[in-house]
């Protein structure tokens, strides 16, 4: 099994570095930027990051966050999401974060004069995202192509143990960003510092600032190249530089106060929450909901799958995810509708009233970004399964979906590491995702003598391929059939997406076409995957690999085409069947061709072995579906009897 060592950079900065440049001196603004057609960093950006400055400063027991950024725009098409801001706030135990001197503006030249156009105040709004998260929101109005885009604001927050995380490459080239720390020496910080942008300017030293030592951090970037995304990556974030503040000791008046924790204290913590420990305390909730079929099973494994499959029956996922409850446990049993955290730590409940030895485990979602072990923090974990522990084996339970299963998760669980919350310790630990998913694609066609096909399609997915299809279908029933006859551009009736085999998902229809046949010298031509075959793959990339390969699971696609000629007709030119596969069995493909009267069969299979495999492995890849696409464009030629 190929595995992927993560490495975390921290990013201790301990040496005194001085330099001449001036920070926190934004610039005025430039006439001669709108006149801009292009960036010279990268040509063809949709828009490019002419200054950009985030500066914390901790004054008087508050974190003070000014926000300054610039922005040119060359393609609003294109550069999109930048026109929309949105300032994350957080509330928690009566304290909360506010924003103030939020000013924005969209700067356009018309007949040589510059033209601003103000964010008005009718036009910030601020939205509740979860129980403890704000947004406050904003879009830039009378953007066009050529235009320049402005904003500042200031944050004031109580929480001074870890601040939020700040991104510094983008998919737009940046002309120069910066950050700033400022905070009283009598804080300790570490440096959570990930990705490998390395700044052309750099200071860390300790000076006077409000009256009192401060240490100050200050790093400047300058034409920074764009973030490439490559396929095959579950979280690009995961590999952007970013940097990340988190409190470390405190020392007033010469006595020292360590807040570095460990997994062991976070545990003991959580016990104490009114939304994770204090729910999970409240037992009562859980009597008497179980049948005593259940109750009476003897095999633990049985007992939970059981119990797992009433709390995907009985309750619905709302959508949020969170390790804290929004409204309780109560609330769940009420409405039958909750957060991730509701449902699984109510799952969890149920499993201890059956004598279950189960405990938490917490985590990352895949799109939070890797969960730092060698920080213990509260604030960053946003996920908790169940685990039960049996004969020396864990199992894993999610209820949020409706297709999971034991030891199956939903793909956004699947984040690497994780932290099992047993009573007496905790257990760091990595989960991959090694059960199998598998993709079916069956069709049975009829070569008509007006040389049009028809015929059934199915489309039938397991394991975790089931879990995305089926949570995408019940997301936007009417835009997951459109997703077909967008990739299908052919006549096709009596469509239907259903469950089969109890946890499979499948679609099928019917389809005609006349799209799929040569007629050339009175012999008939054609690819016999049909519609199933592809020119290009997705393994195309040109430059060198620099991140892991990753899947959300092991897999296998298997199509299956089966075909029947006019009885008047006979094969003149048959494709060749062929395997092939990498040393260690990572990576294996069959294309294989028979025949049997009248009809053609043809079965490919492609199968992967791992949800990780190392960069260098990309060449494999890369090889091996180049064959393939070779392989699958082999035709079939007909003659008259």
Known sequence: MKTKFLTIFLFFISMFVFSQHKFLKYPEFNKNDLSKVKSTIKEDAPAEILYSSVSHVISNGQLETKV???????????????LDVEVPLYE???EKETVSGLKAYTYNIENDKVITSKVEKDAKFKSKEQK??????????????G????YQYQVNSPFLQMLDKTYLEFDIPVIYEEYIFDFPRYL???????GGLIPKYKQDKVEIMYGEDYYSLRLGFENVQPFKAENFIKNERNYITSVRPELNSTNFNNIFKSYATSWDDIRDKLKEYDDFGVQLGKKSLARNVLSQDILS??????????????VQTSYTWNGNTGLFTENGIKSLLDTKIGNSAEIN??????????GLNVSPMIMNTVNRGFLNISFPTIGAPNYVVACLEDNGSYYLYDATS???LPNLLPPRAYNYNAILLKEKKTEILQINNFIESKTYLDVEAKLNNDNTFEGKFKDRDTKTFAILSYDEYLDNKQDYEKKYKNKYTFTFNNYKSEVVNDNEFQTSFDFNSDGFVDGVGGKLIFNPLLFLYRQNHEFNQTESRKYPIEFVSPYETVKKVVITIPDNYKFENLPKSKKFKTEDDGIVYSYVVSTEGNKITVETSVKIDSDNFPREYYPAFKQIFDGITQLEGQLVTLVKK
């Open 345 to 354: 730590l109510y799952l969890i409940m149920l499993m201890r009233e059956a």
């Open 297 to 310: 099973m003897t095999l633990p494994k049985e007992k939970a799958n059981k119990i797992l499959k009433f």
């Open 132 to 145: 403890n998260l704000f947004l406050q929101k904003f879009t830039f109005p009378n953007v066009k192509d």
């Open 147 to 150: 235009s320049i885009i402005e």
């Open 92 to 94: 928690y135990s009566g």
């Open 188 to 194: 300790g910080y570490n440096y959570n510092f990930q």
């Open 402 to 404: 409706k297709f999971s």
């Open 68 to 82: 300054f950024g610039r922005i040119k725009i060359y393609n609003k098409d294109k550069a999109s999401k930048y």
